[in-house]
């Protein structure tokens, strides 16, 4: 009976979704046996009675007022919580038990917009912006199943897309426009928005299969035309852009059963090659140069007026996989795929990224390691602001600052020896 229910449950996934994603998937398959397919690893899933410890700061309420300025934005004042990007964001396989689990999207339990429960159940940047303002508009309610049809009340504002490249980023892009202008509820000039996007993983996953097409200046190319978008067209909006994570300490994530085999087919291009190949070395160099031209586009403030902003988070920048005290890899951080993050590796990427968010451009915390649990920090009471100014203003402001105070000083040391 138990092999019956795995069948006509597979037969079930199988008849429903398609795509290229699904495609890869369903090919790894047949290197598995029922058994195999069916093997749970509870160490992977949250236990439903699990709840953390309340989170408190001192001020959590709104500005007097509806903020004019995107630099007075305070957390409170978001009235409206989105997220763009790929299988992270979709949270692919986040609380799965076993290898059937990998197509369902938990969405509810994103790293960035997931809005089960609530905090105390799950660390999601949508929870922890829930407990300043409960009304949020976005946070994705439930799972959904890779490719099969959905609605905004299953996804919530987690417009993310399982499998999506850079190439295709214009499309959730669009569709987040669309969606703001008609939502019910939503008022599309007044209401302050935070969208959270991560995008470009599979591009690099993606590079030796076309190294024009996914390349870095593609990669740049495609995500500033979609940029672009929608800084002409949504009007109080602050973009998370959090920068990609440097990948190849993704190849250590091994297990001693056939699970990594989806990894192989999910990222071909960094598990396949032998360690010392030229293959390796230049895909190890093209994500660096994703890194790079991120940071250049960024910094400067070509994303920056009155009422939007594009921030580059880049905690993630230099994050070394969790490991344990013997020094192998913590594998209840990674779903039964090998690739993706448990609920366990959202969670850090929630509270990081909330972290950054209060942090000015030249101050902000990154993650050395999974392996040491991010502390939630709060606004501070002489900045309670969502932290938007581009480090090329930034970095601007202090210079003249120091001019001024050399300037005064020169002035007051003239002055005194004259009188």
Same mark, same amino acid.
């Given at each position: 009976?138990?092999?019956?229910?795995?069948?006509?449950?597979?037969?079930?996934?199988?008849?429903?979704?398609?795509?290229?994603? /699904?495609? &890869?998937?369903?090919?790894?398959?047949?290197?598995?046996?029922?058994?195999?397919?069916?093997?749970?690893?509870?160490?992977?899933?949250?236990?439903?009675?699990?709840?953390?410890?309340?989170?408190?700061?001192?001020?959590?309420?709104?500005?007097?007022?509806?903020?004019?300025?995107?630099?007075?934005?305070?957390?409170?004042?978001?009235?409206?919580?989105?997220?763009?990007?790929?299988?992270?964001?979709?949270?692919?396989?986040?609380?799965?038990?076993?290898?059937? %689990?990998?197509?369902?999207?938990?969405? =509810?339990?994103?790293?960035?917009?997931?809005?089960?429960?609530?905090?105390?159940?799950?660390?999601?940047?949508?929870?922890?912006?829930?407990?300043?303002?409960? +009304?949020? #508009?976005?946070?994705?309610?439930?799972?959904?199943?890779?490719?099969?049809?959905?609605?905004?009340?299953?996804? %919530?504002? +987690?417009?993310?897309?399982?499998?999506?490249?850079?190439?295709?980023?214009?499309?959730?892009?669009?569709?987040?426009?669309?969606? !703001?202008?008609?939502?019910? %509820?939503?008022?599309?000039?007044?209401?302050?928005? #935070?969208?959270?996007?991560?995008?470009?993983?599979?591009?690099?996953?993606?590079?030796?299969?076309?190294?024009?097409?996914?390349?870095?200046?593609?990669?740049? =190319?495609?995500?500033?035309?979609?940029? &672009?978008?929608?800084?002409?067209?949504?009007?109080?909006?602050?973009?998370?852009?959090?920068?990609?994570?440097?990948?190849?300490?993704?190849? @250590? *994530?091994?297990?001693?059963?056939?699970?990594?085999?989806?990894?192989?087919? !999910?990222?071909?291009?960094?598990?396949? $090659?032998?360690? +010392?190949?030229?293959?390796?070395?230049? #895909?190890? &160099?093209?994500?660096?140069?994703?890194?790079?031209?991120?940071?250049?586009?960024?910094?400067?403030?070509?994303?920056?007026?009155?009422?939007?902003?594009?921030?580059?988070?880049?905690?993630?920048?230099?994050? +070394?996989?969790?490991?344990?005290?013997? %020094?192998?890899?913590?594998?209840?951080?990674?779903? $039964?795929?090998?690739? =993706?993050?448990?609920?366990?590796?959202? @969670?850090?990427?929630?509270?990081?990224? /909330?972290?950054?968010?209060?942090?000015?451009?030249?101050?902000?915390?990154?993650?050395?390691? !999974?392996?040491?649990?991010?502390?939630?920090?709060?606004?501070?009471?002489?900045? $309670?602001?969502?932290?938007?100014?581009?480090?090329?203003?930034?970095?601007?402001?202090?210079?003249?600052?120091?001019?001024?105070?050399?300037?005064?000083?020169?002035?007051?040391? *003239?002055?005194?020896?004259?009188?």
């Amino acid at each position: 009976m138990k092999f019956l229910i795995l069948a006509i449950t597979t037969h079930v996934l199988l008849c429903c979704v398609n795509g290229d994603w /699904w495609n &890869e998937y369903e090919e790894a398959l047949k290197y598995y046996s029922q058994e195999e397919l069916s093997q749970e690893q509870p160490g992977k899933i949250r236990p439903q009675s699990f709840q953390h410890p309340p989170f408190q700061c001192p001020d959590m309420s709104p500005s007097p007022t509806i903020p004019t300025s995107v630099e007075r934005v305070k957390a409170a004042d978001i009235k409206v919580i989105a997220a763009l990007g790929d299988s992270l964001t979709t949270a692919i396989a986040a609380n799965a038990s076993n290898l059937l %689990g990998v197509p369902f999207e938990y969405r =509810h339990v994103s790293w960035s917009i997931g809005g089960h429960g609530t905090y105390h159940d799950v660390i999601t940047l949508a929870n922890i912006v829930k407990l300043f303002n409960p +009304n949020v #508009l976005g946070p994705a309610p439930v799972r959904t199943l890779h490719n099969y049809p959905t609605t905004l009340n299953e996804t %919530g504002f +987690n417009l993310a897309v399982t499998g999506h490249n850079t190439v295709n980023f214009s499309e959730q892009a669009r569709n987040l426009i669309d969606t !703001f202008k008609t939502y019910p %509820g939503l008022n599309f000039e007044e209401d302050w928005k #935070l969208v959270t996007i991560l995008i470009g993983m599979n591009d690099i996953c993606d590079y030796c299969k076309d190294k024009t097409l996914f390349s870095p200046d593609s990669f740049i =190319h495609y995500l500033t035309e979609s940029l &672009e978008m929608m800084m002409n067209e949504v009007p109080r909006m602050i973009v998370n852009m959090v920068q990609i994570l440097t990948m190849k300490p993704l190849r @250590e *994530v091994k297990k001693p059963n056939l699970g990594c085999i989806l990894q192989k087919k !999910f990222c071909s291009c960094l598990v396949l $090659p032998d360690e +010392n190949s030229t293959e390796l070395a230049e #895909l190890v &160099e093209a994500n660096l140069q994703f890194q790079r031209k991120l940071e250049e586009l960024l910094n400067s403030d070509r994303f920056f007026k009155e009422d939007f902003a594009v921030v580059l988070q880049p905690y993630l920048t230099h994050a +070394n996989p969790p490991r344990l005290a013997d %020094g192998t890899i913590d594998l209840s951080f990674f779903t $039964p795929d090998c690739f =993706h993050f448990t609920i366990k590796g959202h @969670e850090e990427l929630a509270k990081g990224l /909330w972290n950054n968010m209060f942090q000015p451009a030249d101050r902000k915390q990154m993650i050395n390691s !999974f392996s040491d649990p991010v502390e939630l920090i709060c606004p501070s009471a002489e900045h $309670p602001y969502i932290y938007t100014r581009p480090k090329a203003l930034s970095s601007a402001n202090s210079l003249q600052i120091t001019w001024t105070l050399m300037t005064l000083t020169g002035l007051l040391t *003239v002055w005194m020896s004259v009188y």
